[in-house]
């Protein structure tokens, strides 16, 4: 039996991050979106995201608080199929 090491599918990531500070508090604003697509860019599916944190201590902070919202949504496979856009 032989193994293919070629994909079928790409997954891309793009995305972009806004910190601000209003009244003492820092904020981060993660835009981003998934793509899935073939080898020959037909998109499977697509998902866009829009992510805010707050910290008072720095940006950083703000940050990975928006991160770790995140993160808590993929806890199985399926929710991992839903964040990047595959409907039931």
Known sequence: MTESN???AIIELNGKVKNSKHFS???SRIDFNFRVK???G???SKKDYSL???SITSNQAAYENAVNKFLTLAKTRE???L???FEE
Request: proline share 0%; glycine share 10%.
């Open 25 to 27: 508090t820092y904020n």
């Open 6 to 8: 070629q994909s079928d």
């Open 38 to 40: 073939s080898n020959q």
């Open 79 to 81: 929710d991992i199929y």
């Open 42 to 44: 037909n998109i499977y």
């Open 83 to 85: 964040i990047l856009g």
């Open 52 to 54: 805010n944190g707050a």
